[in-house]
């Protein structure tokens, strides 16, 4: 059973047993506008907590996506090469970015649910 | 839409009557609209613009290595070349066309005495590498600049290689690791201090040289919080970079204390000198206690904007960094010029070489024409005017615009987009609306401490009937959005220009950078059958 | 001031509307130990057009003038006839006063040449995509070095002895400020250097200039292959862009990064600048690029335009991230550039470089003719070393002397190096003429 856990800089993360799929929220893209390149993390890289390690890019505009939780990066969406416009459509599916091994489970117990990120949204106005 | 293709010009041509997007004409045309080709959908085998003479015939030494293949390049005559230009410049905006307030770029008059002295026989043409006998004039010229440059910013000496602005920024800040490291303390200075309005190359030159960059606050009144500045000196801070006049078009009131306070933490004062045209002539950056400051010569010193480029951006260095000033400078040896050039024997360590020869000769010609032609009187009323009409432009339209800041400001004036709070309008709306008043807009979103920010910087260029007719435009522009039913209209501006919005997401989402014989050109471009 | 369209009327009308007394009301946060009450004291005041013209002649009067005698200097910077066409199309104001295209709707003109420079500047070098300028070819190679550290994620770069030695010494100081680790061959005069032995699991890029400072013309397919097996990247320099015209391009030879300085197209002499750097890279390396980029899209109408993309690598977006701090870039450079290149074609372009070579051939044969004077070149494109019986420098200056400007002593630009000392570089492009060619020979015999 997927549980989907959310961080304050709009990202989504997906766990399924050990691995995490990471993406960025619905409300991201729409602030983000028209994404027209994603950079993604080499297979294989460790990453820690809070460690840049995707770029997402519009237009006019470059962020950096953080490593929500600590991992050993085993997949990196190589189809937004070609069609990162499924970061606007799809943000939660096809628009994933990247999937890692988790290093430790707890970290996933700082993260918000559902509810929460709603709330933390409301909560920017 | 049936078209046909004349070969001999690669130009489209057909009845395309009813077809909105090619205007009704057959050509695609709207009377001096011209629709212009690429040039290698236009070029011609066997044709060519230059007549050369046959080569001498001699043995070839090239080693093996003479190209194989042709490189693909466009024959076309001196006329077409001429015509395609031509044709290409009438799709541009330009100082010489009117109102050009791009804040922070002081889009100023060029005189044309400038161009004509830079291509005098003995100045353009001259090598680089010449024996220093054969270019005392040129060299001399230089070292006039150079005085100039000292004596107009009260700074003891100057770096004039340098090539724009940024490449300045990267001189003054090597300066400032140079004396660091000269004191031992450049293990222990990382951390480089810059206000968050700062132009985005003080950020990316100080992190290239290793520095991490921290943001400093802005007080409510636009200006470098003192408090909060001198909590964040320390002895891990190597410099402040501060642009002054600001970037939100404001003098920068407590310099001095600013100064003072960043030497008393053992660090220097980089000062960017983007804005100096508000104070040329009538404030020296010297007295205010900084260590260095680049000048924009194409800012400031009417050298022209070139569609980007080129610019020069000299160095002013006070007496703590002038040891470290990069190799060349002109010196003085009784009655003849010389270079110092790597290798020389010299006081001080200079930091090394930060181009090639002797920086940007032709930008110093321009640029000494342009202020001896003003003189000291001049260059004070330039500044007096610049900062005249930017206030005037201010006082005239702060009842339906929003002001950033309350109080004059300096040569920019600078506004958010709280007026249009509830139009539906963006601040890109209206700045697209400017267009088809006849104006390039201003500089939009920056700086981006302020919300849908709009730097207006007038100049002192524009003749007040210009400035009023300017304002109108912008009431008038103001009215329509507020109306509050404008919000399409203005998102479908521009609409007479030669071109309409551009889609910038698929230009980067599938960049195409070169033209290519299998580029296919979009549906309804009236060059797509040219193209094939 | 004919500058200054503001009348003393416009301006009392103007403070009233602002409501200041006086412009000092609008400098009063100018603290007042900096407020100059006076102009700044020690200067000339305003002058006339034709004062000023006067002054510039009287700099211009105190230089020699390359076109008033016999010619012969190269080094990076090279003497060609550039079409009148040029200058006219360049001082265009809809050209010459424009900015940067931040506006792409009234600013196509800019745009679309730019966007033919760049594909003009892939073809000529065998690339796949180029960028829209930098400042020249000596800065545009510092900034390949730091591209190469960026993709290879390494430090350590080999920079050939027969790299322009101004080229080498800003490497070596953006090196010692920005903290990486360039190893410098020594001087390559005799155009003997392989470095394929020195490229390791370290080494991020290897440069090499062709034609060499010193003329050599060297094929460097099997040094990219060493470099690729290494995991390091190929810069290859060309300082004479006009030798593509007739030389394998280095796109051929497999380099990742080729830097021209393109000043001998379009660009006049200009006492060493404003030039134009032209720098083009592999597809896959194009987000790694420095410098503006300009790319075809679609408007509103669907008809094609040009717009400024690929903008998040740069300093006003990414800031203390970009790729560079480049901002301001050699736009009217980069047209006079396109402009000359457009007016040559094909077959004005390849005919220009052939009489380049065979100009310089003809003088080489008559330098190397004068007893004591040693061609140290067995190929080159317009340019050649030669070994002087005595110091160079001294020659060179009793040349000048006689009003002849005889080439470069190359110990201005490696000063300290015994081995450099009897060496002379000469160039002879399509202006160089026998009644120039001759003088230089006999005055040479004299000398020597």
């Keep these: 059973m997927a549980v989907t856990k959310y961080t304050e800089e709009h990202e989504w993360v997906r766990v399924e047993g050990d691995v995490a799929t990471v993406g960025i929220t619905q409300y991201a893209q729409e602030q983000l506008g028209d994404v027209v390149f994603v950079e993604v993390p080499a297979v294989g890289r460790k990453v820690a907590k809070g460690e840049a390690c995707a770029v997402v890019e519009s237009v006019k505009a470059a962020s950096d996506i953080y490593a929500p939780v600590a991992g050993e990066i085993v997949e990196g969406n190589a189809a937004l090469a070609d069609s990162p416009g499924d970061v606007n459509a799809e943000p939660t599916g096809k628009g994933w970015f990247f999937k890692l091994k988790l290093a430790d489970k707890a970290e996933l117990d700082g993260l918000m649910d559902e509810a929460g990120y709603e709330a933390f949204v409301k909560s920017l106005g | 839409m049936v078209q046909s293709l004349d070969r001999s010009q690669g130009r489209a041509g057909g009845v395309a009557a009813g077809a909105a997007s090619n205007h009704g004409t057959y050509t695609g045309n709207r009377a001096l609209q011209i629709e212009e080709p690429l040039i290698f959908e236009m070029g011609q085998p066997g044709r060519c613009g230059v007549d050369l003479p046959e080569p001498p015939k001699v043995k070839d030494r090239l080693n093996g290595l003479r190209r194989a293949g042709t490189i693909g390049l466009p024959g076309l005559s001196e006329p077409q070349v001429v015509q395609h230009y031509t044709r290409l410049s009438q799709k541009n905006y330009a100082i010489d066309m009117g109102v050009y307030p791009l804040g922070s770029c002081t889009m100023k008059h060029n005189p044309r005495i400038n161009e004509k002295v830079a291509r005098l026989a003995g100045i353009g043409d001259l090598h680089p590498l010449q024996p220093v006998s054969t270019v005392q004039g040129a060299l001399e010229l230089i070292d006039r600049l150079a005085h100039w440059l000292k004596t107009l910013t009260g700074m003891p000496a100057v770096a004039m290689s340098p090539a724009a602005g940024a490449h300045g920024e990267m001189c003054g800040m090597m300066a400032i690791a140079a004396a660091l490291e000269a004191k031992g303390e450049r293990a222990q200075r990382k951390v480089v201090l810059a206000p968050e309005s700062a132009h985005g190359t003080n950020p990316a030159t100080a992190a290239a040289l290793g520095f991490t960059v921290k943001p400093i606050p802005a007080n409510d009144r636009g200006r470098v919080d003192l408090a909060a500045l001198k909590a964040a000196l320390g002895p891990d801070v190597a410099a402040i970079m501060l642009t002054n006049p600001n970037t939100c078009g404001l003098f920068e009131s407590e310099i001095v204390e600013i100064s003072k306070a960043v030497h008393d933490a053992g660090a220097y004062f980089y000062c960017d000198g983007a804005n100096f045209n508000a104070i040329v002539g009538r404030v020296r950056p010297g007295d205010l206690g900084i260590d260095c400051m680049h000048i924009n010569l194409h800012k400031t010193f009417s050298t022209p904007h070139g569609g980007g480029g080129p610019g020069a951006g000299p160095v002013v260095l006070s007496a703590a960094l002038a040891p470290y000033a990069p190799y060349p400078w002109i010196v003085k040896d009784g009655d003849t010029w010389r270079v110092a050039e790597d290798g020389a024997k010299v006081d001080g360590t200079p930091l090394g070489r930060l181009k090639a020869f002797h920086g940007q000769m032709g930008m110093f010609t321009r640029a000494l024409a342009y202020i001896m032609s003003h003189g000291a009187d001049g260059l004070k009323q330039v500044a007096e005017d610049a900062v005249l009409s930017a206030n005037y432009v201010m006082a005239a339209l702060k009842d339906v615009m929003s002001p950033a800041f309350e109080g004059p400001c300096m040569h920019e004036a600078l506004f958010d987009d709280s007026f249009l709070k509830d139009t539906g309008v963006s601040t890109l709306d209206f700045a697209k609306a400017m267009i088809d008043e006849g104006y390039h807009p201003m500089t939009m979103y920056f700086p981006l401490v302020v919300h849908g920010a709009m730097l207006i910087e007038p100049t002192e260029s524009q003749a007040k009937e210009d400035l009023d007719q300017f304002i109108g435009a912008l009431r008038s522009l103001t009215e329509r959005a507020k109306t509050g039913t404008a919000a399409e209209e203005f998102k479908a501006a521009p609409r007479f220009s030669p071109r309409r919005r551009l889609d910038e997401t698929l230009a980067a989402r599938k960049p195409i950078l070169r033209w290519r014989p299998s580029n296919n050109p979009p549906e309804g471009d009236p060059m797509k059958q040219a193209a094939e | ?448």
């Design chain 3, 1 to 448: 001031m004919r500058y200054l369209p503001l009348t003393d009327a416009d301006r009392r009308e103007m403070l009233s509307v602002i409501g200041a007394k006086s412009v000092d009301d609008l400098f009063k946060d100018v603290p007042a130990s900096a407020r100059l009450g006076a102009k700044i004291g020690g200067l000339p005041d305003h002058q006339g057009e034709l004062e000023v013209e006067r002054a510039f002649q009287a700099f211009a009067a105190k230089n020699v003038s390359p076109g008033t005698a016999p010619f012969f200097i190269g080094a990076g910077a090279y003497r060609h006839h550039v079409p009148s066409t040029v200058d006219y199309m360049i001082q265009r104001g809809e050209f010459l006063t424009s900015y940067t295209p931040y506006q792409p709707e009234i600013t196509q003109g800019t745009l679309q040449y730019l966007f033919e420079f760049q594909t003009q500047v892939t073809l000529l070098t065998g690339m796949d995509v180029a960028n829209a300028s930098m400042y020249d070819g000596s800065t545009g190679t510092a900034e390949a070095v730091l591209m190469a550290n960026r993709i290879t994620r390494r430090h350590k770069a080999l920079i050939s002895g027969g790299l322009h030695p101004q080229y080498r010494s800003i490497i070596e100081t953006t090196a010692k400020w920005e903290g990486f680790k360039p190893v410098l061959s020594k001087a390559d005069a005799e155009g003997l250097e392989d470095l394929i032995a020195s490229v390791d699991k370290d080494t991020s890029c290897v440069v090499v200039q062709n034609p060499s400072f010193f003329g050599h013309v060297r094929d460097f397919t099997k040094l990219a292959e060493a470099c690729h097996a290494a995991g390091a990247l190929l810069i290859v320099v060309v300082t004479e862009v006009v030798s593509l015209g007739l030389l394998k391009p280095p796109g051929e030879m497999g380099a990742d990064i080729v830097v021209c300085e393109g000043q001998s197209i379009g660009n006049g002499l200009g006492f060493g600048g404003p030039y134009v750097g032209l720098f083009a890279t592999r597809d896959k390396y194009m987000r790694q690029m420095p410098g503006r980029l300009v790319g075809e899209t679609v408007d509103a109408d669907g008809k094609r335009g040009f717009v400024l993309t690929l903008s998040t690598r740069e300093q006003h977006i990414r800031r203390e991230k970009a790729t560079s701090n480049i901002c301001t870039n050699a736009g009217l450079c980069a047209l006079a550039f396109t402009v000359h290149l457009t007016l040559l074609g094909e077959a004005g372009f390849t005919r220009l470089a052939e009489i380049n070579h065979a100009k310089a051939s003809q003088l080489a044969d008559k330098v190397s003719a004068i007893p004591g004077v040693k061609l140290l070149n067995d190929s080159f494109f317009n340019e050649f070393t030669v070994k002087l019986p005595k110091p160079a420098a001294p020659v060179v200056e009793a040349l000048a002397a006689k009003r002849i400007l005889g080439g470069l002593p190359v110990s201005r630009l490696i000063p300290n190096d015994p081995s450099v000392e009897n060496l002379l570089l000469l160039a002879a492009t399509e202006t160089a003429t026998d009644m120039g060619m001759d003088p230089l020979v006999a005055a040479l015999k004299e000398v020597l």
